[in-house]
C-alpha cells in the first residue's frame, strides 16, 4: 500500500514527465537509460542497457490489462530484446495474468511495475530527494 499524497503526486504527472521518472528510477538503479521520443517511438518509451543485459519499458499513467502488456511483450520479439517492462500506476488484474502467462510460456521476461513497486524503489533511492526533484513548481 502506497502512501495517497505518493499516488496523488503520480497522478498528477502528465505522461512526459512520468516516462522521466521511469527512467530516473532505472537511471539510480544502475541502467543506462535512453528515453525514446514522444512520437514514432518504435512500441517502447525507455530503452534500458547494462552489461549482458537490455530491456524496453513502455509507460502508461492509466490501468495496464492484457493488450498493453501483449503489445510490449511483441515489441521485445519485434526488437530482438528479451526483456521488456511495463510501468504504470496500475494494472487490471487481466494485465498482471498476461505478463505472468507470457514468462510460463516464452523466452520473453515480463516485469510489471505498478505504484508500489515504483514507491519501494523510489524508497530505495531517496524518497524525498527524489520527489523533490521530480515535482514541478
Not at 101 to 107: F, G, K, Q, Y
Given at each position: 500500500m502506497?502512501?495517497?499524497?505518493f499516488h496523488?503526486?503520480?497522478?498528477e504527472l502528465d505522461h512526459d514527465e512520468f516516462e522521466e521518472v521511469i527512467g530516473d528510477i532505472f537511471d539510480r538503479k544502475g541502467w543506462n537509460t535512453t528515453r525514446t521520443q514522444s512520437t514514432c517511438d518504435n512500441g517502447y518509451d525507455v530503452h534500458l542497457?547494462?552489461?549482458n543485459q537490455e530491456r524496453l519499458v513502455e509507460v502508461k499513467q492509466n490501468r495496464v490489462g492484457p493488450r498493453s502488456v501483449d503489445n510490449a511483450v511483441g515489441v521485445a520479439v519485434r526488437h530482438d530484446v528479451p526483456e521488456t517492462a511495463v510501468a504504470a500506476i496500475s494494472f487490471?488484474?487481466?494485465g498482471v495474468e498476461a505478463a505472468e502467462?507470457?514468462?510460463?510460456?516464452?523466452?520473453i521476461t515480463i516485469e510489471v511495475y505498478d505504484q508500489e513497486c515504483l514507491y519501494n524503489d523510489i524508497v530505495s533511492v531517496g524518497l524525498r530527494d527524489?520527489?523533490?526533484?521530480h515535482s514541478s513548481g
Open positions: 502506497v502512501p495517497n499524497w496523488n503526486w503520480l497522478t542497457e547494462r552489461p487490471t488484474s487481466g502467462t507470457t514468462e510460463r510460456n516464452s523466452d527524489f520527489v523533490d526533484e
